[in-house]
């Protein structure tokens, strides 16, 4: 292997964890499983709404499931989930900014 190579491998090793980090910063000091029943039921709804929005059902049929790439650059947006520990403004922003989006 070539330093070129390694290089790239390094750089999207690292860019994963740039990806994680942020995540992790965004959550604070939360972090964990929710538990409140209330805030599961309201987020499980926000993503149901999603799903059945008629840009998701164009998104799916744009991008088969087994094409998606799920991680690294240019990774496809995939379903958060809703036992993530975080503020609801942490969960509108994760809902809202593209993790869980439909633009192709």
Not at 35 to 44: C, F, G, K, V, W
Not at 71 to 97: E, F, M
Request: hydrophobic share 35%; net charge neutral; with cysteine.
């Amino acid at each position: 292997m070539d330093h070129t190579e390694q290089f790239l491998l390094d750089f999207e090793a690292e860019e994963d964890l740039d990806a994680e980090a942020a995540l992790e910063a965004e959550m604070g000091e939360e972090g964990g499983i929710e538990t409140d029943p209330a805030r599961l039921a309201q987020r499980q709804k926000q993503i149901t709404f999603g799903k059945n929005s008629q840009a998701y059902q164009n998104y799916i049929k744009a991008v088969p499931r087994h094409t998606r790439k799920l991680r690294g650059k240019g990774a496809h947006p995939s379903t958060p989930d809703i036992t993530l520990k975080a503020s609801k403004r942490c969960w509108a922003g994760i809902v809202s900014r593209g993790r869980f989006g439909t633009s192709i």
